[in-house]
């Protein structure tokens, strides 16, 4: 294949990934900005969205109805656990830290026990390849970056055309004030962690045909989605979609010389070393909470 | 984006109005005035050590009194337990050295890291392949790996230090799941999730492949590590961690670097860290990738939690009781994650001051009620990390003689 061909390749590869990314990162950056949650089981989540949506594909056949319907049981546990586990730790972020990884370890447990301890593949839904400028690439790609752009549309829009996304601003700028003002922050807090899980869950389920379902998936994910939360700017939701797709980007240039997971590795150490330069990250959201 | 700490006129408040009104059970309500209150509280603490000397001894050589008495009673264990008790406790001795290396860091500077997995491989790793590949003896085996844990400690805290509070905890995690991906994938050199064999050297003329030979020497090393940590804790050094730990601002506006004293601790705290990992590595025998897991993180952060912050003493309550949980569910479910998550849950949202918190404020309730806090109103002041009432200071076992004290004061 030519070099053109190749850097042309690596860039698709990248918009694709990155703004899959993009969907898990933002759930983790929302849930911080909002709730002061670093949520180490935000990985945890994407793993239990693919789990659910394995054995929705395994009783039914549709991948359709895993893709509406896994997510959807993640993020309402996702509610449940907001509102028991981690209510009374909210704000204190080295609780937030350590009651979150005790999840990680609960929600592998169950899921070994409910899937076990193999990998099992996902048929890809969509199969086929389209050719775009001489690149051939598999349309099921082209159907996730869709999906998630489409989810990442609608959060912008929930955010800020609807009363709650509202509110959810409101909270996020000044949780005192919004209070005072009649803003039922108890509620706003169960709808954001659900939210996240919801997104973590999504992009779990529409990973799933490419990379395979295992109880203990979503700790590379964890990494690189705090890699560019930081990087971004904690709590900076455009930074966050910048950041996700410039790593990608970089992670799939670097694959065109080196290996798959020292590209990885690379890239990370690239990012991480930006965060020397620029401690607050590259959007860095003030003072604001 | 938000600081729980709030700014330092809030946190001026907390420290000083809490203390005095609603926290009279506070175990250490001296040196948290000292602190809030006087000019120069290195100093000020001193000071008030000095004008009740004889209490002071009288509680610290009860506390020295009673680890001794335990380690007395440690090394006659070897006597009465079979080969495999042997290996256990020798095993949970080593997780006891990482879990109070892991309190200097945590307990003390208030570093809550997620990156100890790094130090422990490392340290594993560079013992490993100093046996194995160089041919060294267990000496200079264990200084490698005290150095590759703080030559790590120090490379990652470089970074870590720097990004505002809650960036820390973040990028050690983003570490140690770095490092768990580099040791997995460049299997030519860790051996991968598979590892390899170490034969346990000799340090000396002691055979650490004596399963009771190695008890005694790391139960020996344990010993060495508190006590130099427990100077360590006591020293100027020590009480500019707490500082940092209880409110870095004001550690900052007194002229201290907080960067470069959060640095020496992790890097004191990575160090012994390494130390536990070469240990690690001559009990079992073996090293393997799995090493760098985040779980492996998580231990001590749970033996501290469990036996109470900024105490020494505490991790090894800890470690020890995780230790034997651990054997006795392996025997019996498989299912040891489960409960360290459910442990980890419990403590953090229930229980915040370990064991010997929850002992403290049993013993201390007799002096008064104590008031209780609402979870919604103490949203921002009941945080775990300035939490300085609950957790402040070593008075676990009587090894820091300061907090004390302030009660005999009282």
Known sequence: ?289 | VSDPDGDPETDAEDGETAPSTDRETDPDPGSETAVASVADPLHAAEAGSRSVTLPVVGRVSLGVAAVVLAFAAATVLPLVMGSYGVFLGTSILVLAIYGVAYDVAYGYAGLLSFGHAVFFGVGAYAAAFAVADAGLGGAPALVAAVVAGGVAAFGIGLVAVRVPENGFVILTIIAVLVFNLVAVTWSDLTGGTDGFTVFAPSLGPLALSDPTTNFYVTLALLGLVLAGLSLLVRSEVGLVFRLVRENERRAELLGYDVRRYKLAALVVSGALTGLAGGLEAFVFGYVNASNFALTVSADPLVYTLIGGRGTLVGPIVGAVALGVAEELLRDATDAYPLFVGAVLIAVVVVEREGVLGAYRRLRDRSDSEPATESDDADREGGSLRADGGASGGDTGGGVGGDTEVARDRR
């Open chain 1, 1 to 289: 294949m030519s070099v053109t061909a190749d850097v042309g390749l690596a860039l698709l590869n990248g918009v694709t990934w990155g703004i899959t990314l993009a969907l898990v990162a933002l759930g983790l950056s929302l849930v911080f900005g909002l709730l002061e949650i670093v949520n180490v089981s935000h990985g945890a989540l994407y793993m239990l969205g693919a789990v659910a949506g394995w054995f929705v594909v395994d009783a039914t056949g549709s991948f359709l109805l895993a893709v509406l319907l896994a997510p959807l049981v993640v993020g309402a546990a996702g509610v449940a656990v907001e509102r028991t586990v981690l209510r009374p730790v909210e704000g204190d972020v080295p609780a937030t830290v350590i009651a979150t990884f005790g999840l990680v370890l609960v929600f592998q447990h169950l899921a070994l026990v409910v899937f076990g301890p193999s990998t099992e593949t996902v048929a890809t839904p969509v199969p086929g390849t389209v050719t775009l400028a001489g690149i051939t690439y598999p349309t099921y790609r082209f159907v996730i970056a869709g999906t998630s752009v489409a989810a990442i549309v609608l959060l912008y829009l929930f955010l800020q055309r609807t009363r709650y996304g509202m509110w959810m601003r409101g909270v996020e700028q000044d949780r005192e004030t919004a209070s005072a003002l009649g803003v039922p922050t108890s509620r706003v807090y169960m709808l954001t962690f659900g939210l996240g899980a919801y997104f973590a869950a999504l992009a779990g389920v529409l990973l799933s045909p490419i990379v395979g379902v295992n109880h203990l998936m979503g700790t590379e994910i964890l990494a690189i989605a705090f890699v560019v939360v930081i990087v971004g700017g904690l709590g900076s939701l455009r930074g966050v979609l910048v950041v996700s797709v410039a790593f990608a980007v970089m992670e799939n240039l670097g694959g065109i010389v080196l290996d798959a997971t020292p590209a990885r590795i690379l890239t990370l150490a690239v990012l991480v070393l930006v965060v020397l330069v620029r401690p607050e990250g590259l959007f860095p959201t003030g003072g604001r909470t």
